[in-house]
């Protein structure tokens, strides 16, 4: 079974901080969703919304049209892992399964079979207080998948994680897209899910900045780096311009193209050392965005 | 299964598979067994060798020795009760139970099943045990365990719904306090100290008596038929002019149930409506 989430209007207020501001988007099934936003965006809180653990201020939270509460056994509809560290210390992997597989309604069967899937069979039956926070990420992962569902809701699944649970994580989110399940995964770094996502929803500060294909996410327009032996003259004289320095120590211009950058150096007799552009890849779009956002 | 059935078996599940359970258990059929032999040893025939009452009925004797599981025990029913709630706190693990289950009515109905369950539990392992400790003493000093008397099964059984009680009580107390440290503070300070003074100054006045019947642990005492602290009387002939004033058996259920109806309920208005982040 597949479903659509939607949030709607959503709006979360704590006091005088709107956690989440009107946001409103959709999520298809039969791919992967990147959920983005720097820390504090209100990513989490969206998602703790959806899943009926936090009230909303106002607006609407639905998976399959209905509210996560209205569901009669969700964990066989809707998975989610939301932090690492969810998890009794004194209890094995396998007795938290269980222990959630008989509250969810679930076939006890599914315990054994998730946990082959995550990799931890064979530490099941060890106290979780001795899992590393990868070992938890995948006992998060294995209880999300626990009741088999088709909406799978994952808040930064990859935070602690050594390279190859990256690269396990993004094959396992394809993998469930392509057996048509609806996936939405966050994230604070677009790289980390960027080569898994096919659809963006970027919020910042409770709002949506971007919501679409991940390749319609605009690489940001290149910067050009820029360097003297006279650093000091140099930036004074493109001092409107100069937003960074580079690993060494060179000039990351933003705001003008390199023959400009060449053009003032030259009006100001500097001799450039060096002169050129560099990519900044989809991240410096995601970051652009964010930026743009919050100027 | 029932959303309910689900919710209960998972908490039963979730108290069985932390330690603190076999730890408060074996503590408790320790201490109970401990209490109710020395009580049998010095209320007994024994008694007067070691410079104790003599003469004591029989009755009064197996009441007192039987009904240590619950007049010392108590607190391990309350105290696991509180912690089935307030160790999903401490440990953040109402996410994953919420999610199972988003319904917060039936999960603190869950919780309050398994407090009840819990606390029945116990109360038949402290029996056991202050029963079979206590019993194998008394006649061993030659005196009448009365193990064929109606009136001792009415005690053991009405000591086992006092425990279940007390656990339920433990699972509204959890749901209001929510933070483990202060409910196991709270739990600690009144039982041990605030109300065994209140119930020693209650005696003093005869209008201060009838109030102090009500407090929960002269309550349960009351429910059970018998307890240390009623019995000081009976005990020590020089506190005989103190007043005693007890509840009826059913009136100390009454309040126990009752005091277990507000606490949940109030924990149902407050921190149970809360968001869980």
């Known amino acids: 079974m597949t479903s ?43 998602l703790r919304i959806l899943l009926g653990l936090v009230a909303a201020s106002s607006g609407s939270a639905t998976i399959g049209g209905r509210r996560y509460r209205d569901l009669a056994r969700p964990l066989r509809e809707v998975g989610a892992s939301l932090e690492a560290t969810s ?28 946990l082959e899937q995550v990799g931890l069979a064979d530490v099941a039956g060890r106290r979780v207080a001795g899992y590393s926070l990868g070992m938890r990420q995948r006992l998060g992962l294995a209880a999300a998948l626990l009741g088999d569902p088709g909406v ?144 | 299964m029932s959303a309910l059935a689900r919710a209960s078996a998972a908490e039963l599940a979730r108290v069985l598979s932390t330690r603190i359970w076999w730890i408060l258990m074996l503590v408790l059929v320790g201490y109970a067994a401990f209490i109710a032999a020395i009580l049998a040893l010095f209320l007994g025939q024994l008694g007067p060798l070691l410079g104790g009452t003599a003469d004591l009925p029989a009755r009064d004797i197996a009441d007192l020795v039987y009904s240590s599981a619950t007049s010392v025990g108590y607190l391990v029913p309350v105290l696991l009760g509180a912690l089935i709630v307030t160790s999903e706190h401490r440990h953040r ?36 045990a202050s029963v079979g400790i206590g019993a194998a003493v008394i006649a061993a000093g030659g005196g009448d365990p009365l193990l064929g008397d109606p009136e001792t099964w009415g005690l053991v059984l009405r000591a086992v719904l006092a425990m279940a009680l007390w656990g339920l009580v433990g699972v509204g107390l959890g749901g209001l306090v929510a933070n483990q440290v202060v409910a196991i503070v709270l739990l600690l300070v009144f039982t041990q100290f605030l109300e065994p003074i209140l119930r020693f100054v209650g005696a003093i006045w005869e209008w201060s008596a009838q109030v102090g019947k009500f407090l929960p642990g002269a309550a349960s005492d009351a429910l059970v038929g018998a307890g240390l602290f009623s019995s000081v009387g009976a005990l020590d002939p020089s506190a005989a002019g103190m007043h005693q004033a007890a509840l009826e058996w059913w009136q100390g259920g009454l309040v126990l149930g009752g005091l277990a109806a507000v606490l949940i309920a109030l924990s149902l208005l407050t921190t149970w409506r809360r968001d869980v982040a």
Do not use: C, M
Not at chain 1, 24 to 40: D, E, K, M
Not at chain 1, 97 to 110: D, K, M, N, S
Not at chain 1, 207 to 213: D, E, H, I
């Open chain 1, 4 to 46: 659509v989430i939607e949030v709607r209007e959503l709006t979360k207020r704590y006091r005088d901080v709107h956690a989440v501001d009107g946001l409103s988007f959709a999520v298809a099934p039969g791919r992967v969703t990147g959920f983005l936003g720097p820390n504090g965006a209100g990513k989490t809180t969206t």
């Open chain 1, 87 to 114: 998890f009794h210390p004194g209890r094995s992997a396998r007795d938290h399964l269980r222990i959630q597989a008989i509250a969810g309604g679930v076939p006890r069967e599914r315990v054994a079979v998730v």
């Open chain 1, 152 to 295: 799978l809701l994952l808040d930064e699944p990859i935070n602690g994680l050594d390279p190859e649970g990256i690269r396990w994580v993004r094959s396992l989110l394809r993998a469930l897209a392509a057996e048509g399940r609806t996936v939405l995964v966050s994230s604070h770094v677009l790289s980390e899910v960027e080569q898994a996502v096919d659809e963006l929803v970027v919020i910042d500060r409770g709002r949506s900045v971007y919501q679409g294909p991940t390749s319609g996410l605009a690489p940001a327009h290149p910067r050009v780096i820029v360097d003297a032996t006279d650093r000091v003259a140099l930036a004074a004289a493109l001092a409107p311009h100069v937003v960074g320095a580079a690993d060494d120590g060179a000039l990351l211009l933003d705001g003008i193209d390199a023959a400009q950058a060449g053009r003032l150096a030259f009006l100001a007799g500097i001799p450039l050392t060096q002169l050129g552009t560099q990519e900044q890849g989809l991240e410096g779009g995601f970051l652009e965005l964010i930026r743009g956002a919050q100027a």
């Open chain 2, 93 to 128: 693990t109402l996410t994953p139970t919420l999610l199972a289950e988003p319904r917060r009515g039936v999960v603190v109905t869950g919780k309050a099943i398994a407090g009840v369950t819990v606390g029945a539990v116990t109360g038949v392992a402290g029996l056991l």
